[in-house]
T-cell receptor
């Protein structure tokens, strides 16, 4: 059982470049989300989705786009990368039945924007 | 501004000591979760508390949810070096679609 898979593990971009961080889960979870983790800031919610075709903004959505065309995949797009987006990005998923569900995390993508 | 503030931000203690980590908010949550994160990995769930005033124990770890469901604490008895890591609290929003908001984190180092 693969769980939540994130690719790539590491990425270096130049300012202004675009890229997509991939996230896939094989647990048939309705809920998927993206977080960024910066030193001293814990995890901050970027975007989340409660099912295919449904997305919503989290705490820090600016500069990021998401879509949810399938239950399994939830890609995060940076259209024009900025140095402020240098961070570690985590994708997480869970069932959407109640607010008590365990979040399953991927192993993270370390992104550096020069 | 994050909705969940954790204190302390950093904690370095000797093996065998006790410690308490706090997670505070002005918002009410449906549930409060505690996660532990190791370097290079994603967070892993330790416990979920749901009812105001609820206390849960996980071996040497005791978790409590505040009566008003706005705050929580994590108490570790007789800390061990294996407890070293980043501890994160996370609150689930009360509103219809569930958002899991994380706290600022407490980095714990237990020295042998």
């Amino acid at each position: 059982n693969a769980g939540v898979t994130q690719t790539p593990k590491f990425q270096v971009l130049k300012t202004g470049q675009s890229m997509t961080l991939q996230c896939a889960q094989d647990m048939n979870h309705e809920y998927m989300s993206w977080y960024r983790q910066d030193p001293g800031m814990g995890l901050r919610l970027i975007h989340y989705s409660v099912g295919a075709g449904i997305t919503d903004q989290g705490e820090v959505p600016n500069g990021y786009n998401v879509s949810r065309s399938t239950t399994e995949d939830f890609p995060l797009r940076l259209l024009s990368a900025a140095p402020s987006q240098t961070s570690v990005y985590f994708c997480a998923s869970t069932t959407a039945g109640t607010a008590n569900e365990k979040l399953f995390f991927g192993s993270g993508t370390q992104l550096s924007v020069l | 501004t994050q909705l969940l503030e954790q204190s302390p931000q950093f904690l370095s203690i000797q093996e065998g000591e006790n410690l308490t980590v706090y997670c505070n908010s002005s918002s009410v949550f449906s549930s409060l979760q505690w996660y532990r994160q190791e370097p290079g990995e994603g967070p892993v769930l330790l416990v979920t508390v749901v009812t105001g005033g609820e206390v849960k124990k996980l071996k040497r770890l005791t978790f409590q949810f505040g009566d008003a469901r706005k705050d929580s604490s994590l108490h570790i008895t007789a800390a061990q070096t294996g407890d070293t890591g980043l501890y994160l609290c996370a609150g689930a929003s009360l509103r219809g679609t569930y958002k899991y908001i994380f706290g600022t984190g407490t980095r714990l180092k237990v020295l042998a």
